[in-house]
């Protein structure tokens, strides 16, 4: 009795007063002002979308360096959050002492055996509507490839001493982000509140919102609330989102059906509501954004037919990122087929992958069919490494304007790796057709030999090599001939249109050759931003090969989709006529 009588006369003596409900504009609290014992009240969403208020007592202040500045520690009460902990999508709920704005609660520490938090100060956070503090330190990730936002999470963490509310130490991938607060919705019908003519006032200081990085019948959404808003604009979270600097990503609004109470990571169960505007503002200390604004994403629409439910077609739109959208188009495919087929019994998936440009341009890639053990993960990597040529190679970023797949995936696996091949007669004679054998070794089933007849008119007289071998492989090979790399985006359309569909072998016929260099490096190392849509950059080997110039390509046995190459050496005659 006597510590609850000294606390409430401790709260009393800081000159602390209820609030009802968060201030509509309020001064901010001076941070050398702070001091232990200081009491407040914070403001956050606990159920539905209504605002309630907790109590908060400041026990200090954590000094970092001038780019992550300084966090006010802080324990909180009320509401069950004594029990309860800080929870996840609490990170911007703004904390008010004598009705001035104090900061918002932004960080937590797992485990923790009594509910505190770390306040980012009000004087942080301000700023940002004006593009100011915070944002020197934001937009520095790199990525070397963007098939994981690994990049962007790690350096979430090492710009802040102590986690971002819901942070997980093993966090590293889409997967890992989902961990830190994103959560995945598929095919969630919406709840607008609202009827026809109807117009609901922008969300304020202690709403719950989201901002989204996959919006529509797929969606990828990071919950958090409102620490400020003036003149039409507003400051969430209170730490980073992803640290990308200038953004343009949905906002939503959001509600709050349950809460999951945990000593580890305590959190809120939201879904989804209207659309409420865009953040523009990626920083060091939190987000900024507009209300009533849209962002700009890139639609997609896939047309999904598997064996387990009936064919459904998926519209959503993705962040318009250079280091996030092709790892989005495939994180939301992964949602989709895990959700329509999931990993019953070995198939093999189909996908015809389309594109529209901004000017009118289109490319149409013939069909592809994976099989194997994880047939969807190849294609959906397939289908990211071509969003992600077409919109950030270093030659000429195309703009998309939308993206189609259509998928279809049938039971049982097709397919398989060809062993040995070989010609008969093993002497080529110019002008007459050589017939071509393959070993070939089906996934499922005994080894077969498929024939084909190739055409010689073209060759040259004396020694080519035939490989024979599936189409990513050959294509990644052939990056190393004097062929031509795309330079422009017409020739990258027409790169992606040239590529054939996988249902059976290719030949192509190549010759040695003198080498060439193009933008002063050799033509057998392939171009970056074409060797990942291939599957890699080849085998590695001590010393440089050959260089070979392309004869032709010609179609070889159909065998299904297939995986490997084979090396022919042949020698060619002249007919004496």
Request: glycine residues 12%; negative net charge.
């Amino acid at each position: 009795m006597k510590a609850y009588c000294f606390l409430t006369l401790l709260l009393l003596a800081s000159g602390a007063f209820a609030l009802e409900a968060p201030p509509k504009e309020a001064e901010v609290f001076p941070l050398d002002k702070v001091v232990s014992g200081l009491a407040g009240t914070g403001f956050t969403v606990l159920k539905g979308e209504a605002i309630v208020p907790f109590k908060v007592e400041v026990e200090g202040i954590v000094q970092q360096d001038e780019a992550r500045g300084p966090i006010i520690v802080c324990q909180l009460s009320g509401e069950g959050l004594e029990t309860s902990g800080v929870l996840e999508a609490m990170s911007g709920s703004p904390v008010y002492v004598d009705g001035k704005l104090l900061g918002a609660v932004a960080y937590a520490w797992p485990f923790s055996k009594k509910s505190l938090c770390g306040v980012t100060p009000a004087e942080r956070l301000v700023p940002l509507l004006k593009g100011g503090i915070g944002t020197a330190a934001a937009g520095t990730a790199s990525s070397s490839g963007g098939r994981t936002l690994a990049l962007f999470w790690d350096d979430v963490k090492s710009g802040a001493a102590m986690p971002p509310i819901g942070a997980n130490e093993t966090s590293g991938s889409l997967g890992g982000l989902a961990e830190a607060g994103f959560q995945w919705a598929l095919a969630k019908p919406r709840e607008t509140g609202m009827t026809a003519g109807e117009a609901q006032p922008p969300p304020g200081p202690g709403s719950l919102i989201g901002v989204q990085l996959v919006s529509g019948d797929v969606e990828f959404t990071a919950y958090g609330t409102v620490a400020y808003s003036q003149d039409g604009g507003f400051v969430a979270f209170g730490h980073p989102f992803l640290r990308l600097g200038a953004v343009d990503l949905p906002v939503v609004r959001a509600s709050v059906a349950a809460i999951v109470p945990s000593m580890n990571k305590g959190m809120k169960l939201c879904s989804s509501g209207p659309p409420a505007g865009e953040v523009f503002l990626d920083a060091s200390s939190g987000v900024a954004g507009r209300w009533g604004k849209t962002a700009d994403t890139l639609p997609v629409e896939v047309s999904f037919e598997g064996t387990q439910s009936p064919p459904k077609t998926f519209l959503f739109g993705l962040a318009r990122q250079r280091f996030l959208t092709p790892a989005l188009l495939e994180a939301a495919l992964g949602v989709i087929q895990n959700s329509m087929e999931g990993a019953a019994d070995p198939k093999t998936v189909t996908a015809r992958m389309s594109a529209s440009m901004v000017d009118g341009r289109e490319v149409a890639l013939n069909p592809l069919s994976f099989s194997g053990p994880l047939p969807f993960t190849a294609m959906n990597d397939f289908a990211g490494n071509v969003l992600e040529l077409l919109l950030y190679n270093r030659y000429e970023p195309l703009p998309v304007k939308k993206v189609k797949l259509v998928v279809k995936a049938t039971p049982g696996l097709s397919g398989g790796t060809p062993k040995t091949a070989w010609l008969e007669p093993p002497v080529a004679r110019r002008g007459e057709p050589a017939l071509l054998r393959v070993a070939f070794q089906p996934v499922q089933g005994r080894q077969e030999t498929f024939q084909s007849s190739l055409k010689t008119g073209g060759w040259p007289q004396g020694g080519v090599e035939l490989w024979v071998g599936d189409v990513f492989t050959l294509w990644r090979k052939l990056m190393g001939t004097e062929e031509a790399v795309p330079a422009n985006g017409e020739e990258i359309l027409r790169y992606l249109n040239s590529i054939p569909e996988n249902d059976r072998l290719y030949v192509a016929v190549v010759a040695p050759s003198n080498g060439k260099l193009l933008q002063d490096r050799r033509l057998d190392e392939a171009p970056p931003s074409l060797s990942p849509l291939l599957g890699g950059g080849g085998p590695k080997t001590e010393s440089d090969p050959p260089p070979y110039r392309l004869i032709e390509i010609q179609p070889g046995p159909k065998t299904g989709p297939a995986d490997g190459i084979l090396d022919v050496p042949v020698q060619v005659e002249e007919v004496n006529r």
